[in-house]
């Protein structure tokens, strides 16, 4: 059964600093992975898409790289900013189902001014 | 831009009251999936429906009901609310097997957070 791991739980740095989010998943098999930020009692919003054959996207600051044969994806942001701060959580899709995903349980990051 | 809308950003309701969660998507999108989150537990998928009509049991489903009469449009109904039924709930649509192929490429709306008293 496909699992998603994300480490750390919790995160805290430093305004300016550039910082690394990881996302592991247990079944390699995968079309694609989705990284998604949260904000407290808010909806998700999607950042970054990478497709399998891919093996990065960028969006801004951000940079998502997938290493399929190892299970595991990064998040890169350069330059953090206060407003950076949020939940980042990763998604794969289901091996039982294509059409819906598994979600990690979420990195909370807070960048302090 | 897709554009996932949700009835309620805040709802208050009453233990035993029935209660209806609505959401609608413009891109034309196949499926559309309710979870509810909690703090602890993640993201937990209550319903999905691949269809008008069709619908799918998540990992949470007792307790809950859903309706898919339009396709843009995708209901969580609560038959009887209880306490414990107090979260936030979030729903999601994507295109699809076959769409694009970024089918399954999640599209979230703003979330609503039920109390139950």
Redesign the interface.
């Known amino acids: 059964k496909q699992e998603v791991t994300q480490i750390p739980a919790a995160l805290s740095v430093p305004e300016g600093e550039n910082l690394v989010l990881n996302c592991s998943f247990t079944d390699s098999a995968i ?2 992975l ?1 990284w ?1 930020r949260q904000d407290p ?6 950042l970054l ?1 990478i ?1 399998s054959s891919q093996r990065e996207q960028t969006s801004g600051r951000l940079n998502a790289s997938l290493d399929k044969s190892s299970g595991r994806s990064t998040l890169y942001i350069a330059a953090s900013q206060p407003g950076d701060s949020a939940t980042y ?1 990763c ?1 794969v ?1 289901s091996e039982t ?5 598994i ?4 990195t909370s990051l807070s960048v302090i001014p | 831009d897709v554009k ?1 809308t949700q009835s309620s950003r805040y709802l208050v309701k009453r233990t035993g009251e029935k209660v209806f969660l609505e959401c609608v998507q413009d891109m034309d999108h ?2 559309m ?1 309710w979870y509810r989150q909690d703090p602890g537990l ?2 937990r ?1 209550i319903y ?1 429906s ?1 269809d008008v009509k069709m619908k799918e049991k998540g990992d949470i489903p007792e307790g809950y009901s859903v309706s898919r009469e339009k396709k843009e449009r995708f209901s969580l109904i609560l038959e009887s609310a209880s306490t414990n039924q107090t979260s ?1 709930y ?1 729903c ?1 649509s ?1 295109g ?2 076959g769409h694009t ?11 609503t ?1 039920l109390t139950v008293l």
Not at chain 1, 103 to 106: I, L, V
Not at chain 2, 101 to 111: M, R, T, V
């Open positions: 079309y694609n989705q998604f009692g808010k909806g998700l919003t999607s898409l497709q959580l998604a899709p189902s294509y059409d819906k995903v979600f990690g349980p979420g | 996932v196949e499926n999936f993640g993201l998928l999905f691949y936030m979030l999601a994507n699809g097997t192929n970024s089918y399954n490429e999640q599209f979230f709306g703003p979330g957070r």
